[in-house]
């Protein structure tokens, strides 16, 4: 049996469900809208997710 792999080539279906799963259950486990988390690029997210723990740290901190 041949696998299918998306035009960009490396990876199966198998592998996207489990990257979208992820990031799915990653969101809700940190009560993120789930729809934004899918819907903003990554490089985003992480900024995003660095500010707000730069704020976590200042408030600890100050």
Same mark, same amino acid.
């Given at each position: 049996? /041949? &696998? +299918?792999?998306?035009? $960009? #080539? $490396? %990876?199966? #279906? *198998?592998?996207?469900?489990?990257?979208?799963? =992820?990031?799915? %259950? =990653? *969101?809700?486990? +940190? $009560?993120?809208?789930?729809?934004? *988390?899918?819907?903003? &690029?990554?490089? /985003?997210?992480?900024?995003?997710?660095? =500010?707000?723990? /730069?704020? /976590?740290?200042? &408030?600890? *901190? #100050?």
């Amino acid at each position: 049996m /041949q &696998s +299918q792999t998306l035009d $960009s #080539g $490396s %990876e199966t #279906g *198998a592998e996207n469900y489990c990257i979208l799963r =992820t990031v799915v %259950e =990653t *969101a809700r486990k +940190q $009560s993120w809208d789930v729809l934004r *988390a899918l819907s903003t &690029s990554p490089v /985003q997210l992480v900024r995003e997710l660095n =500010t707000l723990h /730069q704020i /976590q740290l200042d &408030s600890v *901190a #100050g």
